[in-house]
């Protein structure tokens, strides 16, 4: 089992759409957790930090959940310019581990 | 404005060809790191330096090598021990301590010919 696993996609939404996807994790002494953006053949973006209690940017909102050992992102009202990867970063016992991304799609 | 700078953006290389990736910051970041990502895959830990003349290996430093003569400075040299070196190089530094979340640069494309 990967230590970091994300649902590849690609999720194909219309614009205005809210969607939502997954990251789990193996280790249950992980520390700390973020969800990065990456466009294509662009570097990663830190796009936020993912708190015990939720957290909520604007049209994003990120959510924990330590029991089953995942986390989440929801996006509200897409808009075409979402369209990208989104990494999950996990730090576990001080090692940062990527998430393969899940590509998501916007289509107007 | 403090960042990150790769160079080159695109790189070519021949069988048997040691190259060196450049990775410069100004944001007086004290770790440093460096990446590889292929298509559909997470980003791969090839080797960090939390300080000035020190390195470690990540979790795949086979036929790469690092240098960090100076806190703004960790360039890459993939040598030709390396025997799938196509691939995205990205370079990222973070402040000392606990994460935060890293600074990328825009990455240096690596191909061989």
């Known amino acids: 089992r990967k230590e970091v696993e994300q649902d590849p996609g690609p999720f194909n939404v219309p614009e205005g759409a809210t969607v939502a996807f997954n990251c789990t994790y193996s280790n249950s002494a992980s520390q700390s957790f973020f969800w990065y953006r990456q466009d294509c053949r662009k570097e990663p973006k830190l796009l936020m930090s993912v708190y015990s209690s939720g957290n909520e940017d604007g049209r994003f909102t990120a959510q924990l959940n330590r029991a089953s050992q995942y986390i989440s992102l929801l996006i509200r009202d897409s808009k075409l310019s979402d369209s990208a990867t989104y990494l999950c970063v996990v730090n576990s016992a001080s090692k940062i581990i990527f998430g393969s991304g899940t590509r998501l799609s916007i289509r107007p | 404005d403090g960042g990150i700078t790769q160079s080159p953006k695109y790189l070519f290389r021949k069988e048997g060809q040691n190259v060196t990736l450049s990775c410069e910051q100004n944001?007086?970041?004290?770790?440093m790191y460096w990446y590889r990502q292929d298509p559909g895959q997470g980003l791969r830990l090839i080797y960090y330096?939390?300080?000035?003349?020190?390195?470690q290996k990540g979790d795949i430093a086979e036929g790469y090598s690092v240098s960090r003569e100076k806190k703004e400075s960790f360039p890459l040299t993939v040598t030709s021990a390396q025997k799938n070196p196509t691939a995205f190089y990205l370079c990222a530094s973070s402040p000392k301590g606990e994460y935060y979340g890293y600074t990328f640069g825009s990455g240096t494309r690596l191909t061989v010919v």
């Open positions: 944001l007086n970041h004290d770790a």
């Open positions: 330096s939390q300080i000035v003349n020190d390195f």
